[in-house]
């Protein structure tokens, strides 16, 4: 078991490394695996060519240290862009087993990157839940994992319960609860937009894991695919409003996304997400047969 302040700073020292564009300075495993935007890559490829620095003021890590996982979300900088990126990193030994990043840029096939100077993370993310408000590290995975199959072919059923002030953070943009010109419902909370069924065209949730676990935050780190077939066009949401879907061809999601759960109930989601070709394995789980559904 590795210490929350312990893997904190692998996290600290990762982040200054890619800020100098030295990869070589930090304690690799002779078997480590990099991947950036689901592409496994060199361990000093991608962002460690590009990276001119990381911004010190959006810094979100959740950390597990049953598991020696460790987690960030934030902001980093390429020549005139910042982009939203999300780090997983596994340690063992003191060494980077694995490093999992997703960046979404504004030039990249990422939907709406916002970078927000004045930002900072959520406080409840910070906070330790109360002891009677906690939940069991596989009820924590559960409630997650509900998240997902609510999403997938959303038929306004909830498979997961949340609180009344939840809010949802995509690729820096808040999508809930706020104005968004030309996206009405943006002004609805995560359990009314989904008992709307508004993201019926979400066909497939697949290549889920869930590999961070923080049990005194509440907060859990999953991985996975949303697919995409196109060839839901028509919507009819559970209110009877007639819709068009807002995606007509194939592709896939992938994304990196916390969970804070409190009290079993879904209290905060930050996600980040790229988007890759339509069924795109994964390098981190064996490959899984496509069921038609």
Known sequence: MTDRADLYAHVDAYLAALAKRDSASLPWADDAVFTENNVQLALD????????????NYDLKIADTRSGEVSW????????????????????????????????????????????????????????????????????IRISDGYFETLELNDGTLHSEFTDDCDRIENGLQTTNTEIEGYPIARMGCADQFRLGQYRYDDRLRDRRFPLVDEEKGV??????????????????????????????????VLL?????????????????????????????????????
């Open 45 to 56: 490829d991608g962002l460690w060519n590009t990276c001119d620095a990381v911004d010190p």
């Open 73 to 140: 979300i934030g902001h980093v900088v390429e020549g005139p862009d910042s982009s939203v990126m999300c780090l997983r990193l596994k340690i063992a030994g003191g060494k980077i087993v694995e490093a999992e990043t997703i960046v979404c840029r504004p030039h990249e096939l990422g939907p709406f990157p916002l970078v927000q100077p004045d930002r900072r993370p959520r406080e409840i993310f910070f906070e330790d839940v109360p002891e009677g408000e906690r939940s069991s590290r596989e009820e924590l």
């Open 220 to 253: 859990v780190l999953a991985g996975g695919f949303i697919d995409h077939a196109g060839k839901l066009i028509d919507l009819t949401w559970t209110d009877g409003s007639k819709h068009k879907s807002i995606f007509h061809f194939p592709h896939s999601f």
């Open 257 to 293: 996304e916390m969970f804070k759960i409190v009290g079993g109930k879904i209290a905060a989601v930050e996600a980040v997400f790229v988007t890759v070709p339509y069924n795109m394995a994964s390098p981190w789980i064996a490959p899984q047969p496509y069921v038609v559904r």
